[in-house]
Every structure is written in structure tokens, then in C-alpha cells.
T-cell receptor, first 111, second 110 residues
Framework: GENVEQHPSTLSVQEGDSAVIKCTYS??????FPWYKQELGKRPQLIID?????GEKKDQRIAVTLNKTAKHFSLHITETQPEDSAVYFC??????????FGTGTRLTIIP | DADVTQTPRNRITKTGKRIMLECSQT?????MYWYRQDPGLGLRLIYY???????NKGEISDGYSVSRQAQAKFSLSLESAIPNQTALYFC?????????FGPGTRLTVL
């Protein structure tokens, strides 16, 4: 089955700087890669996703890149703000299959 | 969110007790999931159901069972709770690719 590895497990960034979280996946059939944000005490919520026919996607300060050859994808957050502090999960899924999640990255924005 | 609700939100129980966690959704989604969240381990899939007659084991199904009573309801049972089942449990549903999570149930087994 699919295996998703996520790094780093914790990340501290000065407010205003950029943050990058990286994930690798094992199943070459995976074609959908979402990122979820989980604030303290809350449920995970989708913040951005990318499909395998696209190399990069942006939504304001958030971007995701995908390298299918290397089987890795990354989340980039620019101009970080205190409200970006949360746990971020990557995930991967092949068509009609279930999502497999990474182990999460706890991002802390230092004011 | 897709109006996914979970009951109870918090539960403390004792070793050996049978516990049921319930999940309901009002969006008519076919696919429903139960996950367990532990610190440092991410979200691990316990069971999933792609429709009322379809139940599948996830990666950590031992010690758990499920029931899909209707399209809108998916229950998770711990037949005989043990302390290492102490965790945060999330139900989720799918609309297309997007997965929506319920608010979670924090379960403590003493």
C-alpha cells in the first residue's frame, strides 16, 4: 500500500519568513495530493490540493509543488503570520482509493 | 465543513468496557471514514465505507468494529476498551476529492 513520509516533524519560523514542509510517497499510481491544516483543538481542514497533471498550484501565500518523477511534493507558506501556527498534514491517494496521511508537521511562527 | 457531527465529544471509560462512537453527516456523501490521531503518528485509518453495503478495514482495525446504519450514519465500536486505545478519533466524509472531518471524539480508557 501507499506510504507517505513527512518532514520535518516540527518547524519554527520567524514571522514574515517562509516555511517549507516536504512529503514523499511510494505508490506511483497516486494522483491526488491534499494538504490539511489542524489548529489546536480543531479538526483538520483542507487548505490546498494538487493533482498529478499539475506541477505547481498557488493560493495567496500558500503554494504546493509536485515532482512525480521523484515522488515528492512540498507545501510552501510565504510571509508567515501567527495564525499559520498549526499542525500540517500531507496526504496522497490513487484513484478510487483511500487517503494515506503523513505524520504531520507542527509549525510554530515566532513573533 | 460538510456538517459532520460526532457524539460524544469526550468520553472517559474503563478497561474492558464496550464503547460506541457515532458519526452523522447531512450532505448525502457516500464515503465515510474513521481515523485515529495520536501525537507524532498522524491520522491512521481504522475503517472506511464507500456505501451502505461496503465496509473495509483500514491499517489499524484490530480491536475495533463499525456499522453503517444508513448513508448518513457510521458508528465505531470498541468491543473491550484497553488503555492504548486512548486517542482522538475523527470521522470523515468525502465529497469528490475533498475529505471533510468531524469535530473529533477524545476517548480516554483508564
Amino acid at each position: 500500500g501507499e506510504n507517505v513520509e513527512q518532514h520535518p516533524s516540527t518547524l519554527s519560523v520567524q514571522e514574515g519568513d517562509s516555511a517549507v514542509i516536504k512529503c514523499t510517497y511510494s505508490d506511483s499510481a497516486s494522483n491526488y495530493f491534499p494538504w490539511y491544516k489542524q489548529e489546536l483543538g480543531k479538526r483538520p481542514q483542507l487548505i490546498i490540493d494538487i493533482r498529478s497533471n499539475v506541477g505547481e498550484k498557488k493560493d495567496q501565500r500558500i503554494a504546493v509543488t509536485l515532482n512525480k518523477t521523484a515522488k515528492h511534493f512540498s507545501l510552501h507558506i510565504t510571509e508567515t503570520q501567527p495564525e499559520d501556527s498549526a499542525v500540517y498534514f500531507c496526504a496522497a491517494r490513487a484513484h478510487l482509493k483511500k487517503l494515506t496521511f503523513g505524520t504531520g508537521t507542527r509549525l510554530t511562527i515566532i513573533p | 465543513d460538510a456538517d459532520v457531527t460526532q457524539t460524544p465529544r469526550n468520553r472517559i471509560t474503563k478497561t474492558g468496557k464496550r464503547i460506541m462512537l457515532e458519526c452523522s453527516q447531512t450532505k448525502g456523501h457516500d464515503r465515510m471514514y474513521w481515523y485515529r490521531q495520536d501525537p507524532g503518528l498522524g491520522l491512521r485509518l481504522i475503517y472506511y465505507s464507500f456505501d451502505v453495503k461496503d465496509i473495509n478495514k483500514g491499517e489499524i482495525s484490530d480491536g475495533y468494529s463499525v456499522s453503517r446504519q444508513a448513508q448518513a450514519k457510521f458508528s465505531l465500536s470498541l468491543e473491550s476498551a484497553i488503555p492504548n486505545q486512548t486517542a482522538l478519533y475523527f470521522c470523515a466524509t468525502n465529497s469528490g476529492d475533498t475529505q471533510y472531518f468531524g469535530p473529533g471524539t477524545r476517548l480516554t480508557v483508564l
